[in-house]
């Protein structure tokens, strides 16, 4: 224990001046009586004794000695060292995301960086300012800049556990905002730290990073997708992930309409992964779940939901010199009509959904509706630039996290030649094609003019990827988002937390959604489509279009990033920043005078009663007599 | 006379009472009092032998007649009876309110007017000390002396003049404080040279260690001694919290006290202590007990407590 200000011990000084003020008697005032006989046979003990014989018995000389011990013990603000935060401001982000919700630190990782926040920011100094902001599907801000810590406290348990991702750059960079105002102000991150970051992130202000959890035991379902042959017979896909560090078994059940059809053991090796094809499912299935029996520390992804695809198909154009491999893979996905084009037709296309450029040159101007993929594009178009030839690159996944890249491994890929695209600004590159020096994206997306965009910089058959298991997966994310709520009017899948917008048929105003916790939702159409954005619990939801029309959505939580449990030592891209300030050391001072102060104040009050007993006393006595003499006139 | 001790009416209604002597005692003149001696009142109470120079005029011829001897006829003797009282005028007799000293002198004119009525002769001696002699009522006889007895009185109420030499007597050793009371000495100097005992009544409120040793000599010489030991009420109960230096009104003397609630128990404790001992003491001489507190009025002592203990009837 240390003491702020140690000065105040020199007003210890005083108790010596309290004890010569009892022993000089002061306060005794002199009274003349008839005579002290009676009292001198009394106190003949008392009198003429040796001074400090007179203090033996003192009890309020004791209470006002250990009051002004107390008093100055607490004028010296002791204070204790403490893992906690100094300095005039503080921002606490808080991950809400899926992966929080693991059960490693009991009850879980949110309710544990909660409490760690709580405690925190009540070891902060009362003058300090506490920002607290949530890093969920997207970063708010609950509390900011406030110096009343009840009200932070609050904000922190408002904080709910989310069931998506976490934006950790969006909350990066309000924090760094506010801490530009603030000077001296710490940032901590209370988090598992599985989330995405830009490579390169400036952040103003020391950022502490405070990883929770302890495990990565976890087994997730990765996917699971519905195929609904035209002969009516149904087909469930499924991938189950082993994140655990140790080989396990776990059984998958799945169900159909509530009613259990099918359960797998599934032996996953220890970071890999186990596809399973059900197929024969019950023919009327509408939805489809799949279950991982037992426990593991995440249960949000041990559970998926799938919704039989709507019947109508997606019309699909392939502009090809004719590609066995595309060929293959597009008839093998469900629900998708693909029309092949020659080259030299593309001008004059009809209207479709989804239009493939493979290895030809794209038309001038391009189709004017359906979204767009460009394989291996021979020429630039108005969307984009094509500036060289990169020679046997090497393919690199920028953005791991991405849903293109979801169960698609591309680091076994080799490549001839990719061609150098210049990324332009609508699109988000998801894997670099690197040739020495040289840089440019193999694969990238995006929205511009309304459409759906993607590019892949390498023709199919001067690569191995075709002949990869990833290449299937990684058709299915493409054509996922390609071809999004085009097999039906309502998309089958979303992710947990993601809106989504449908077209609402003609007549029909109103779109009542049945959440998967039975609450009913409402939503009325602007221009003839609905738009649902609060999907963040994890299942199916039903959707009556009115007339027994009916739909339904699954929402997934199909997150590798979220279910790898595994919690970071650092966050991603901040191991040189944080760990030039002595990350997790945190210190601060614990200060003691507040229940000194109040210890005191009871004495204070302690030594008035004692001051003051005859009057309670005779009080006392008053009321017995008066509550005797009350019985006694009750009493006939 | 400015002031006046009593009215009229409650002097007659004083006068519906009397004095109780418990047994016969010789006095000095003929009054009304049975007295131990042989006499000449008109109630028989003995035969003795004729021896030569007896008066023949109180030979009993009747008993001649029958036995043919000479028998003188004995009479009680009436004579008159002395009341003593007896008054603490110490200083802490003038403290309280009212004074003790206040009401100790109404008692005793009260009583002495119900004295006088009753044809006994009635004196007053003021207890200070030493100086017996200086407030001394030599004793009266006759209704027409209450008056001179008031006036008396009225001197004896008096503060005493001059400040005592507290410091002097700080130091003095508590043998010479006690000398310097010297209530033992003078009630036994006034037990040597009382004129004639009878019924004694005294008015103190005995703060002193040797009023033990006085009322012994008292009741040797043959007293009937009643002890009327008065308090004022704030000695009964002080209200004394917090702390305080007492000083003694008759010696200067100080004690310095802490007064919370066990201490002023302990007190009323000690004080009842105290009064059951002086009881016991008083009982076991043949005297009377009566403590008293001021607060009670006059009335009740003469016409309640003093009817009860036997001194009036």
């Known amino acids: ?84 935060l100094t300095g005039e401001a503080a921002i606490f982000i808080i991950d809400s995301s899926a992966s929080m919700a693991a059960t490693d630190t009991a009850p879980s990782r949110l309710e544990a960086a909660k409490e760690r926040a709580r405690q925190l920011v009540g070891e902060l100094p009362d003058t300090a300012r506490v920002t607290v902001i949530e890093a969920g599907q997207e970063a708010a801000v609950r509390a900011a800049s406030t110096r009343d810590q009840r009200q932070a406290n609050l904000a922190i348990d408002a904080i709910r556990q989310g069931t998506g991702g976490s934006d950790m750059r969006v909350a990066l960079e309000l924090a760094s905002a506010i801490a530009a105002r603030q000077p001296g102000t710490q940032i901590v991150v209370l988090s598992d730290g599985n989330v995405s970051l830009p490579e390169r992130m400036g952040v103003r202000g020391s950022l502490r990073f405070l990883p929770i959890g302890t495990g990565g035991d976890n087994q997730a379902i990765g996917l699971l997708t519905l195929d609904a042959r035209p002969d009516g017979r149904l087909t469930a896909f499924a991938v189950v992930n082993n994140f655990a560090a140790a080989d396990v078994t776990r059984r998958l059940v799945l169900s159909a309409d509530g009613v259990t059809v099918r359960a797998y053991d599934l032996s996953i090796p220890a ?63 469900p629900g998708m009509e693909v029309t092949e084009v020659t080259p030299e037709d593309a001008a004059s296309l009809g209207s479709f959904d989804l239009v493939i450029f493979d290895a030809v040159a794209p038309p001038d101007p391009l189709p004017a509706a359906g979204n767009l993929l460009f394989i291996a594009p021979a020429r630039g178009t108005a969307l984009f630039g094509v500036t060289g030839v990169l020679q046997t690159p090497a393919l690199r996944a920028l953005d791991a996290g991405s849903f293109l890249l979801e169960n698609v491994d591309l680091s076994q890929v080799s490549v001839l030649d990719a061609l150098q695209i210049s990324a332009p600004d609508w699109a988000v590159p998801v894997v670099a094609a690197d040739a020495g020096a040289q840089s440019a994206p193999a694969l990238l997306y995006g929205e511009t003019g309304g459409r759906r965009v993607a590019v892949l910089a390498f023709d199919l058959r001067h690569s191995d990827l075709p002949l990869q298991p990833a290449f299937p997966l990684l058709w299915i994310n493409l054509t996922n988002w390609l071809a999004p709520g085009l097999r039906s009017d309502v998309p089958a899948q ?15 105003t109103a779109a009542t959604i049945t959440r998967p916790d039975g609450t009913r939702v409402t939503v009325q159409a602007e221009d003839g489509r609905a738009v649902f954005a609060d999907t963040t619990a994890l299942g199916y939801y039903q959707v009556d279009l009115g007339e027994e ?86 009493k006939p | 006379m400015s002031e006046r001790l009593f009215d009229e009416a409650f002097l007659q209604r004083l006068e519906r009472l009397a004095l109780v002597a418990r047994r016969a005692m010789a006095g000095q003149t003929q009054g ?18 004729y021896v030569a120079g007896d008066d023949f005029r109180r030979i009993d011829w009747n008993a001649y007649a029958r036995l043919e001897r000479f028998f003188i006829k004995l009479f009680v003797e009436e004579e008159d009876l002395t009341v003593h009282f007896l008054v603490d005028t110490s200083r802490s007799m003038h403290w309280g309110e009212p004074s003790k000293i206040g009401y100790a002198t109404r008692a005793v004119g009260a009583l002495g007017y119900i004295a006088l ?60 404080l006690r000398a310097l009371t010297g209530v033992a000495r003078s009630l036994q100097n006034y ?31 043959g007293f009937e001694v009643t002890v009327v030991h008065l308090l004022a009420p704030e000695e009964a109960e002080p209200a004394l919290e917090g702390d305080f230096k007492l000083l003694d009104a008759e010696t200067g003397a100080g004690v310095e006290i802490t007064g919370d609630y066990e201490l002023l128990a302990r007190y009323r404790a000690e004080l009842a202590t105290w009064q059951a001992d002086l009881r016991h003491f008083c009982a076991a001489r043949g005297m009377g007990y009566v403590p008293m507190l001021t607060s009670v009025p006059l009335e009740e002592l003469l016409f309640n407590w003093l009817r009860r203990t036997g001194v009036l009837r």
């Open chain 1, 271 to 333: 970071g890999g992964q186990q596809t399973l094809t059900a197929e024969d499912l019950p023919d009327g299935a509408q939805v489809v779940e799949a279950r991982l029996d037992g426990a593991d520390l995440l249960a949000l992804d041990d559970r998926a939901v799938a919704v039989r695809p709507a019947a109508r198909a997606v019309r699909a154009a392939l502009v090809s010199q004719g590609n066995v491999f595309l060929r293959t893979v597009l008839a093998l996905l």
């Open chain 1, 494 to 508: 979303v992710q947990a937390g993601e809106s989504l917008a449908f077209p609402l048929p003609e007549g029909v």
């Open chain 2, 32 to 49: 009304e009092r049975r007295s131990p001696r042989r006499g000449q009142s008109v109630e028989f109470a003995d035969f003795r032998p």
């Open chain 1, 549 to 634: 029309r009916r739909a339904g959505f699954a929402a997934n939580l199909f997150s590798e990033q979220e279910s790898r449990l595994e919690p970071a030592a650092n966050l991603p891209g901040m191991a040189e920043q944080a760990g030039a300030q002595d990350a997790g050391a945190l210190q601060g001072m614990r200060e003691w005078w507040r229940p000194l102060a109040f210890l005191a104040l009871g004495l204070l009050v302690g030594e008035w009663l004692v001051y003051q007993r005859a009057a309670l006393i005779r009080l006392r006595d008053q009321l017995r007599r008066a509550m005797r003499t009350g019985e006694r006139n009750a």
């Open chain 2, 117 to 176: 009525a009753g044809l006994d002769r009635v004196t007053v001696t003021g207890l200070l000390g030493d100086n017996g002699g200086l407030a001394y009522f030599p004793p009266h006889r006759g209704k027409q002396q209450a008056m001179k007895l008031f006036a008396f009185l009225l001197e004896l109420q008096k503060p005493p003049a001059g400040n005592m030499a507290r410091s002097a007597i700080v130091e003095q050793p508590s043998t010479e």
């Open chain 2, 191 to 221: 037990a040597a040279t009382a004129p004639a005992p009878g019924p004694l009544v005294i008015f103190s409120d005995l703060m002193d260690d040797g009023w033990q040793d006085g009322l012994r000599a008292l009741a040797g010489r």
């Open chain 1, 1 to 84: 224990m240390s003491f702020l200000a140690p000065g105040a011990f020199f007003l210890g000084l005083l108790l010596p001046v309290i004890v010569a003020l009892y022993l000089l008697k002061l306060r005794r005032t002199e009274r003349e009586v008839s005579s002290t006989y009676l009292w001198r046979r009394m106190v003949r003990d008392v009198e003429a004794n040796a001074p400090w014989q007179k203090l033996r018995p003192n009890l309020l000389l004791l209470l006002q000695l250990l009051f002004l011990a107390l008093l100055i013990f607490a004028l010296t603000r002791p204070f204790q060292w403490s893992s906690g």
